[in-house]
């Protein structure tokens, strides 16, 4: 069993910016690829962001393109989620996830491909 430590959530004025962090709790290998969702009250939680652990390659959601961006530091085994110019539509509760063994891209938006989930930081955008 893997834990993800989240941190870097808060509140925001509409414009500004936040950065999430997403780091297991020990050392782990099998993580093939670790993303990022959100969900806000009475909503699904959908996909925000996803990265390749080895390739580094991303993915993101059409609303988020342009604004947030994913990275990581595989020496630290630590992700992070950078988003700026932050809309009042973006409050929501983040996760992040990792997915271990192999991710399929076509699937990164699917809850379904990720094996552990963070406790979740909440991000409020005020307009």
């Known amino acids: 069993q893997v834990n993800l430590v989240e941190s870097g959530g808060g509140s925001v004025q509409a414009g500004g910016s936040l950065r999430l962090t997403c780091a297991p709790s020990?050392?782990?290998?099998?993580?093939?690829?670790m993303a990022w969702f959100r969900q806000a009250p009475g909503k699904e939680r959908e996909g925000v962001a996803m990265?390749?652990?080895?390739?580094?390659?991303?993915y993101y959601a059409d609303s988020v393109k342009g604004r947030f961006t994913i990275s990581q530091d595989t020496a630290k085994q630590t992700r992070y989620l950078q988003m700026d110019n932050l809309k009042p539509n973006d409050t929501a509760m983040y996760h992040c996830a990792a997915g271990r063994g192999s991710c399929d891209s076509a699937l990164w938006s699917s809850v379904g491909t990720y094996h552990y989930w963070g406790q979740g930081s909440q991000v409020t955008v005020s307009s």
């Open positions: 990265i390749f652990t080895t390739s580094g390659k991303t």
């Open positions: 020990t050392v782990t290998y099998s993580i093939a690829c």
